[in-house]
């Protein structure tokens, strides 16, 4: 995983940096990611959890992946275990920046509740990911208004 302060102009993110904004990254074995995964449950409350898959090349995917480019936040922390595919998700510091990170197989992340954040899918690639929760309701996406600078692309 790597991150990247996006402006003035791209200066790498630290670990120290994203834990300062909220933002919690780590690696893990996809193999044996069970351990995580009932960490995370147990630390946050979350009791259910989807594995979801998406692929830029499938129409189906289409409006979901949409959804994602927007720029969005949710009332609980959305937490992502990549197990197959890549992407960038940008994610507004608490001082409006952007902070840019790239994430592919064995990358957990976790971004905090109401924290605006978008999120774009390599191209071409299959997108596996496993994504624990407590309500569904609570990933609601709430949009900010739409405009070039929100929207990723």
Not at 38 to 54: H, M, N, W, Y
Not at 96 to 104: C, K, N, S, T
Request: glycine share 6%; aromatic share 8%.
């Amino acid at each position: 995983m790597r991150a990247v302060w996006m402006s003035p102009s791209e200066r790498v993110c630290s670990p120290d940096e994203l834990r300062a904004e909220g933002i919690i990254a780590e690696a893990f074995d996809p193999r044996s990611m069970q351990p995580l995964v009932e960490r995370i449950r147990a630390e946050l409350g979350f009791t259910k959890q989807d594995e979801v898959r998406l692929s830029v090349a499938n129409p189906r995917d289409e409006a979901t992946i949409a959804r994602e480019i927007d720029e969005h936040l949710h009332l609980t922390a959305e937490v992502r275990l990549f197990l197959e595919g890549e992407g960038v998700y940008d994610v507004r510091a608490t001082d409006e920046r952007w902070v840019r990170i790239w994430v592919g197989p064995g990358d957990a992340l976790l971004i905090p509740e109401k924290r605006y954040h978008r999120f774009l899918p390599s191209a071409n690639v299959l997108l596996r990911y496993l994504q624990p929760y407590a309500e569904r309701g609570s990933l609601t996406p709430l949009y900010r208004a739409s405009s070039e600078e929100t929207r990723a692309g």
